[in-house]
């Protein structure tokens, strides 16, 4: 597939805020840090991130399976952070330290969660994208798969952004 330069109306976020968000999402949101929530990708409609597998995550110990309370965290973090990429590129006009300022109201309101399979593996890869973005709330949708790229679980959310 040949290379080619981003389109015009394709927005791409300054080093600054993604450097303020991975701060923000990884550091600042401690639990996440628990979960060893890592962000891969940054993109205004789409957000990737990894989770590896590690003793301390184990839910059943005769299978070493992931807990379902990491996935659903897991989840619940990446649509949240779906939501904070849509509207930092909403509001491109705006510096990016006052971007990150916009996230503080940021809130679950609803989380829904489906297990497909049991989620084993040396890692894991959770997707998110906003579906969509209003004044008030804002609908997610989120995907965690296994190392093999295998769909393990799904969810969909809600968030109040303002």
Known sequence: MPHHAPRP?????????????KKVFEELIVFNQLLGL??????PERVQARIDMRNELVGHFSYNRIHGGVISA???????????AAIGARHMDEP????LQRFAKLG???????????GIGSHFELRAEVMRLGSRVASTR?????????????GA???IVS
Not at 96 to 99: D, E, K, Q, S, Y
Not at 142 to 152: R, T
């Open 38 to 43: 890592k962000i891969t990708s940054l993109k």
């Open 157 to 159: 959310a809600a968030y």
């Open 9 to 21: 109306t394709e927005i791409v976020f300054e080093d600054e805020f993604v450097t303020g968000l």
């Open 96 to 99: 990016p330290a006052h971007r």
């Open 108 to 118: 679950t309101i609803d989380l829904r969660v489906d297990y497909l399979r049991p």
């Open 142 to 154: 989120m995907e965690f798969l296994g190392a093999d790229g295998k769909l393990l679980s799904t």
């Open 74 to 84: 897991g989840l619940d973090a990446m649509g949240g952070l779906a939501v904070m």
